[in-house]
């Protein structure tokens, strides 16, 4: 029983962590129905960034986050006007093939820019894990998830309660209509993309710290796609609940069948999991079903 | 005459072969209700499309106010003072009536992206406040202020109509653009869209209208202006447009 508890908890802590690469993901379909497949790799550059604020800089890790966030969204500045603004109203195929083709680029380029430079981001945090009613908790989960959730609270404010989350909000309703009440959907395209930036530093510096940082995080990304698909591609609350899906799954998976099975099990539940959804409800629990198919 | 609030000068736009609107002369003086009339496929739709922005014109020049605005994008336009509404009711469906009028307060109201983090979070600044109170006045003159919380999608055909109005009236247009407001409404709402329409106008907001219904042509406008096949054939007083004989035509066939 205190096994089943632990592996839940765990995994809700982590799924706290996916929800943020999650939002990520969401608030730029919303906006432009463009799918990003490489919310991992922007994570990367986003760890990556902070890690050399501090040790490349010299930046405390409020300083470093700084840093990775004018990093980062000035990336997505770029992205957005250089490459982007080019292809406004092609094919979607096209667009996912650049995000594609920008993964790619930030993988490579992350190995030269970054050479020699540690991808670590110490935790300013003690290691003992906390027992709370005899449950032992893992301290950087529990502080990575609060502040992941701290995170969706503000971003969820955002959109419901201030005029350019509203008109974010409208983009992703009707782009021509909301063109014709007088958005500007290049500024909020870009909006959207800065917020990537700005999530990508936070879940990629949250994940090195559970995680220890450095290989792996790229694959971060591709969870992505089991709790989009399983929660709905347009859904915020939806991907809020496929991610602690996803998260729990993952641990029970981990604590109960890859012993089984001599492990890796876990890693592939999700995916399992998506192929169902995929069969049952292709527009995710939560989505619209008139979303295409990707 | 003073110089006319809208004017175009040879507008041309075809989708492929075919040639929708063929170098179509228009001016819309300021202060009245402008009435566009036309058998279907005539380029009336694609005449608003053009003239708000959602499409660019193949050769030709709009002038609004005196000054060129055909290389600007629609939200530039919205600025200036040209709003519309749809033929078909294109409402932000999920949100409230009062997010729907709020959108079109969009280009009216100012606060930068970082507004709400300088701003005591969670509370409503002094603007947000004040566009709340326009987007709640603007819902009392359609008459939908109590429906202000519901979802648009909840609301009946007529008022879903009327919201549309309300949207494009937040922009504090001066020239605003109607696509078929009456298509679909029962006579009652079409009487009430009448009224709103020549109140609308007395607040000196200039219009122009698409409409199929003749009762409400004949009844509100000032002017017609005739399309057929992408071209103005006649544009007179409603009631000599009646008994001109190429409108007569174009509508019968010959």
């Known amino acids: 029983m205190e096994f089943l508890a632990f592996l839940v908890v765990d995994g809700v802590l982590a799924g706290a962590i996916y929800a943020l690469v999650a939002l990520a993901f969401v608030v730029v379909y919303k906006a432009s129905r463009m799918i990003n497949f490489a919310v991992g790799d922007w994570m990367m550059l986003g760890s990556r960034m902070v890690a050399s604020g501090i040790h490349g800089v010299g930046l405390g890790l409020g300083g470093a986050l700084a840093f990775g966030c004018v990093g980062m969204v000035a990336v997505a500045m770029a992205f957005d006007r250089v490459v982007l603004r080019r292809l406004f109203s092609r094919s979607l195929l096209t667009l996912i093939m650049v995000t594609i083709g920008l993964g790619i680029f930030m993988r490579g380029s992350a190995a030269l820019v970054f050479a020699g430079l540690p991808g670590g981001i110490a935790r300013p945090l003690p290691l003992d894990p906390l027992v709370i009613v005899g449950v032992p908790v893992a301290v950087e989960k529990l502080v990575a998830a609060a502040i992941a959730g701290a995170c969706i609270g503000a971003l969820s404010w955002f959109f419901h309660g201030s005029r350019t989350g509203l008109a974010l909000r409208a983009i992703a309703s009707d782009q021509q209509v909301a063109m014709a009440v007088g958005i500007d959907l290049h500024r909020h395209f870009a909006i959207a993309w800065g917020l990537v930036g700005v999530l990508s530093v936070l879940s990629g510096t949250l994940w090195s710290f559970v995680a220890g940082g450095g290989f792996g995080i790229e694959l971060l990304g591709l969870k992505v796609f089991p709790i989009v698909i399983v929660g709905g591609l347009d859904s915020f609350p939806g991907s809020i609940i496929g991610a602690f899906i996803v998260g729990i799954l993952e641990s029970l998976t981990a604590g109960y069948v890859d012993p089984l099975v001599g492990g890796g099990f876990s890693h592939v539940a999700s995916y399992l999991v998506l192929m169902a959804a995929l069969f049952v409800r292709p527009y995710g629990l939560f989505g619209r079903p008139d979303i295409v198919r990707v | ?254």
């Open chain 2, 1 to 254: 005459m003073s110089e006319p609030l809208l004017a175009v000068d040879r507008l041309s736009r075809s989708f492929g072969t075919l040639v929708v609107l063929a170098g179509l002369d228009l001016s819309v003086a300021a202060g009245g209700i402008h009435a566009i009339i036309g058998p279907n496929g005539a380029g009336k739709t694609t005449f608003f499309n053009l003239v708000t922005g959602a499409l660019s014109p193949d050769s030709g020049r709009i002038r609004f106010g005196g000054s060129d605005i055909g290389h600007l994008p629609a939200y530039r336009r919205t600025a200036l003072g040209i709003c519309r509404t749809f033929q078909n009711i294109r409402l932000f469906g999920s949100m409230t009536a009062l997010e729907n009028v709020l959108l079109g307060l969009h280009c009216r109201t100012r606060g930068g992206l970082l507004a709400p983090l300088l701003d005591v979070p969670f509370r409503r600044s002094s603007g947000e406040v004040a566009a709340r109170a326009r987007a709640v006045a603007v819902l009392e003159m359609v008459g939908l202020a109590a429906k202000a919380h519901q979802s648009a999608v909840e609301l009946s055909y007529g008022e879903q109509r009327r919201l549309e109005i309300a949207r494009a009236l937040a922009s504090a247009p001066r020239l605003l653009l109607l696509d078929e407001p009456s298509a679909g409404m029962n006579p009652q709402e079409t009487l009430e869209l009448e009224a709103l329409i020549t109140q609308v106008n007395r607040r000196g907001v200039t219009i122009l209208l698409i409409e199929h219904k003749m009762s409400l042509v004949m009844k509100v406008s000032k002017i017609v202006t005739v399309l057929n096949f992408g071209q103005k054939i006649a544009e007179a007083a409603p009631a000599e447009i009646q008994r001109d004989p190429r409108v007569i035509e174009a509508y019968l066939g010959s």
